[in-house]
């Protein structure tokens, strides 16, 4: 893991293997580092854990660094973020394609609630400034956003949005609605809604398993086959949380948050890809990969 040459190497060998595209943005002139390039310099250094730009610079070899300034290699990659997304979903089902997913949620701070109130960390817009919320499994107040995400049973992630810390999960159902159809979703007591499952069934054959509560009417406990497979996007949210430090925040502004986020979840999903190119199993995460 720590030849960043190498790194580098093998995950442009992938994305090449998807896309013939070299850049995607419009510019005037022909860049020396291109779009894909520019993308894979970026996995590499979620992938080796190097979350600081400066350090990232200091280390890259010669031959990239000195194509591209570090301010512009910044600026490129926030252009770049509706095209990075789309390579994601492209390697996400070549991994996996099932008709069964898992949705769940996780806090994501971007600092301590002490500090909120005169705090300007993404607050250069109001609708998505952060604020506010609640964390049940975790019986904490915090301040910042919620990541939504949807993954197969695999532990492959097809779908995460951002929402401010006070959405409540039920809400990104909606979102769920309007992507999806003829599949099941598990997920947890926080999506129990007759009135969702109803209209999801009905409106996009959507059946989403959810446990019910022990006061509740006719309770009846969930299959253990669902509690065991929900518990895959948990151990996704972990890997995040552990080697990919995504609750670490430098951002000072949304769009660089949300860039954060995306590298860090599209860098796992290269990881998962390249593990099945080479017939291992695609969760082993912490590995060499050239």
């Known amino acids: 893991m720590n030849n960043i040459e190498a790194s580098y190497e093998k995950i442009l060998e992938v994305l090449q293997s998807i896309t013939v595209e070299m850049n995607f943005l419009n510019q005037k002139r022909k860049p020396r580092l291109s779009d894909i390039e520019l993308i894979s310099i970026d996995l590499t250094s979620i992938y080796m854990s190097i979350d600081s730009e400066y350090q990232l610079f200091r280390i ?33 089902n070549k991994i996996s394609t099932q008709d069964h997913f898992i949705v769940d949620s996780m806090p994501l701070e971007v600092c301590k609630l002490s500090r909120s109130s005169r705090s300007c960390i993404c607050k250069e817009d109001y609708q998505t400034a952060p604020d506010k919320g609640y964390c049940a499994s975790q019986s904490t107040n915090y ?68 446990p019910m509560r022990r006061n509740q009417k006719d309770y009846k406990p969930q299959a253990y086959v669902f509690r065991k497979s929900r518990k895959r996007i948990e151990t996704l949210f972990s890997q995040l949380c552990d080697q990919f430090m995504i609750r670490r925040n430098y951002a000072k502004s949304f769009d660089g948050f949300k860039n954060r986020i995306l590298s860090k979840i599209m860098a796992l999903t290269v990881i998962q890809f390249i593990n099945k190119l080479n017939n291992r199993n695609i969760n082993n995460l912490k590995i060499s990969i050239a």
């Open 143 to 210: 301040y910042g956003y919620k990541l939504h995400a949807v993954c197969t049973i695999d532990g492959v992630f097809t779908d995460f949005d951002l929402t401010q810390a006070s959405v409540h999960d039920i809400h990104y159902l909606k979102d769920i609605k309007s992507i999806y159809e003829n599949c099941t979703v598990l997920a947890d007591k926080g999506y129990l809604s007759v009135d969702y499952q109803r209209d999801l069934f009905s409106s996009n054959q959507i059946r989403l398993e959810v």
């Open 60 to 92: 890259l070899p010669h031959s990239l660094k000195t194509r591209i300034e570090r301010s512009v290699y910044n600026r490129r990659k926030r252009a770049l973020f509706y095209h990075r997304e789309s390579l994601r979903k492209v390697l996400a």
